[in-house]
């Protein structure tokens, strides 16, 4: 599997911006794709992630209400809508995909990544 991210920037605290991550290579029933971030300093955290076939979707707490994930299986990309951004969630995000995810294992660890795209919010 192959993954690559984009639609990352500079906005300001409040608006809102959409992440796109392209998939290509072979998906199973029990593919997931997860969206994560590293914060400078920090460990990298899980954001969210959906499944591949049924498109069940999952959120961290500290995005759940505020960003949307969603994918597009015919255009083989999965989005992450980000609202209300806040100076927290500059990170470098990527995705990744687990072609055989299960319950427990949509946090992570994930096998595939794709490339980062930085997000940065100013206040």
């Known amino acids: 599997v192959q993954l690559q991210a984009s639609g990352g920037g500079l906005v300001q605290a409040g608006d809102s911006l959409t992440l796109s991550c392209a998939v290509s290579?072979?998906?199973?029933?029990?593919?997931?794709i997860g969206w994560f971030r590293q914060a400078p300093g920090k460990e990298r955290e899980f954001v969210s992630a959906?499944?591949?076939?049924?498109?069940?979707?999952y959120y961290a707490d500290s995005v759940k209400g505020r960003f949307t994930i969603a994918r597009d299986n015919a255009k083989s990309t999965v989005y992450l809508q980000m609202n209300s951004l806040k100076p927290e969630d500059t990170a470098v995000y990527y995705c990744?995909?687990?072609?055989?995810?299960?319950?427990?294992?949509?946090?992570?660890?994930?096998?595939?990544w794709g490339q980062g795209t930085q997000v940065t919010v100013s206040s």
């Open positions: 990744a995909a687990n072609p055989h995810a299960i319950l427990s294992s949509l946090r992570g660890p994930y096998p595939y």
């Open positions: 290579g072979r998906t199973y029933r029990n593919t997931a």
């Open positions: 959906i499944t591949w076939s049924a498109g069940r979707t």
